[in-house]
């Protein structure tokens, strides 16, 4: 195949334009991109919502164009990366020992390449996929998407006119569990993002008084209850099964020898005092059976807030007349208002809230043909294979583009090296790919639009 051949090369070239948000931009790798899929006869469009900010969509007509469509999106932006603290430069793009190095070669040029493999492999031998497939590579995913996917769908929604399904990032890549069996998370689910700003007022005077209402002791009061907070374990249907699933894969038992009840054991730990804590403690033994991907996956069992930037003050010797915070809250799909009553009770009074970037948890079932097409896709690349749905801790581009009513899943298929640390590549120092990972991905992805 001949997208197997090229997919590493492009995943390279992606990677040598630094598209750093929010040290750079996208232009020039968009007009790449573009280019890629114009020479093969497709005709991309740029849009941008601001100078530079910009983003390719095509639309690639299939067989059945009665059908809905379904939506292939990967952002075109990466953080951005201290060259001094890498082995290789973070955007040379280097291919040496089986990997790809550099900044997005995981999140998520990985995905851009393969998607672009195997679209423009297909269309050289004259063939169409089943149904009208939308492109989409975008800008701005790191910082949110306001300037990219959210963009797109508040001014241009009818370029995804017809997608009822999508598929993107951080999903179908592979688990290696200690007996060699792989399993292959597919993201069916994501938390809802809450950051936001604390604000105490205070009294302004002189650091030698007493005071009488200091308003960095009262935000730091506040900010210590959040950071200290333990959150109680709420299940939502996706980590159910992905438990079930772990469970059954390594063949946990309880006291009697039966498989473990995850279910009833997730219900004890929802509760309180001793049961529920000896109960979590059970869980986190059972995710750290993931290895690495636990830290991604353990997140999920609850809500999360966590204080990220404090604000106050100018000199030693002046009190303040207020202070500020920021704080990274993510909270679990259909349970967003128990989230935020929580922050309210811990605030307590006279600390202002304010929403600096919110948005929506979803949740989908592992169910339905496009799901039984992923299963079937990585199965026959692995057969021996598990297959299960997750959480992601984080958020994509998903978020914008549900809000059109598509169906939104992480699948980016990777059969990944089990000494690889899949989790610290996201955002980390020396991110790789592996070249064969690349090529398992194009391998899965032309089986997946072969019955998609």
């Known amino acids: 195949m001949r997208a197997e051949d090229e997919v590493v090369e492009l995943c390279s070239d992606l990677i040598r334009f630094d598209s750093s948000n929010p040290t750079s931009h996208e232009r020039a790798i968009a007009e790449h991109v573009a280019t890629l899929l114009s020479e093969v006869g497709l005709q991309p469009e740029i849009y941008e919502s601001e100078p530079c900010r910009s983003s390719v969509v095509a639309r690639w007509d299939g067989e ?18 201290d060259a001094s603290e890498w082995r290789v ?3 040379s793009g280097e291919v040496s020992d089986g990997y790809v190095h550099g900044r997005g070669a995981v999140d998520m040029k990985d995905m851009d390449a393969m998607t672009l493999a195997v679209v423009r492999d297909w269309i050289r031998q004259g063939r169409r996929p089943p149904r009208d497939i939308v492109l989409a590579f975008v800008a701005d995913e790191e910082a949110g998407g306001g300037k990219g996917a959210h963009w797109l769908v508040d001014n241009h929604p ?14 179908g890549f592979s688990v290696t569990l200690p007996n060699d069996q792989r399993m292959y998370l597919v993201e069916t689910a994501q938390k809802g993002i809450g950051w936001m700003r604390l604000t105490a007022q205070g009294t302004a005077g002189h650091g030698s008084m007493t005071p009488q209402d200091n308003a960095v002791a009262r935000l730091a009061e506040a900010i210590a209850r959040i950071g200290t907070y333990h ?13 079930r699933e772990v469970a059954d894969a ?19 730990a929802a509760g309180e005092g001793a049961p529920a804590r000896a109960a979590e403690d059970e869980l986190n033994l059972l995710v750290a059976r993931l290895g690495s991907v636990g830290r991604i996956v353990g997140p999920t069992l609850r809500h999360t807030a966590n204080p990220t930037v404090l604000d106050a003050g100018s000199k030693v010797n002046v009190i303040p007349s207020h202070a500020t ?16 009553q929580g922050l309210d009770e811990l605030l307590g009074d006279r600390i202002a809230k304010e929403w600096i970037w919110h948005d929506v948890a979803l949740e989908t079932g ?13 199965l026959a690349e692995d057969p021996g294979a598990r297959v299960a749905p997750y959480m992601l801790s984080g958020g994509t581009d998903a978020k914008s583009f549900s809000q059109l009513g598509i169906r939104c899943f992480g699948f980016s298929p990777l ?38």
């Open 325 to 340: 915070a920021h704080v990274d809250g993510r909270f679990l799909p259909g349970h967003e208002s128990a989230f935020e």
């Open 415 to 452: 059969q990944l090296p089990p000494e690889l640390d899949f989790a610290a590549m996201f955002h980390g120092v020396d991110e790789r790919i592996a070249e064969d990972s690349l090529r398992f991905g194009v391998r899965v992805l032309d089986r997946f639009l072969r019955a998609c």
């Open 89 to 91: 430069h973070p955007f």
């Open 231 to 243: 959150w109680p374990v709420t299940p939502t249907p996706t980590v159910r099964r992905l438990l």
């Open 64 to 81: 059945n164009p009665g059908r809905d469509a379904l939506l292939i999106h990967g952002h075109l932006d990466v953080v951005p990366a």
């Open 250 to 268: 390594y063949e946990v038992t309880g006291p009697d020898d039966r498989t473990l009840d995850t279910d009833a054991l997730l219900d004890v």
């Open 366 to 378: 592992f169910d339905g043909a496009l799901v039984d097409t992923m299963v079937s896709s990585l």
């Open 158 to 171: 009818e370029l995804f006119e017809g997608c009822s399904e999508a598929i993107s990032e951080v999903g």
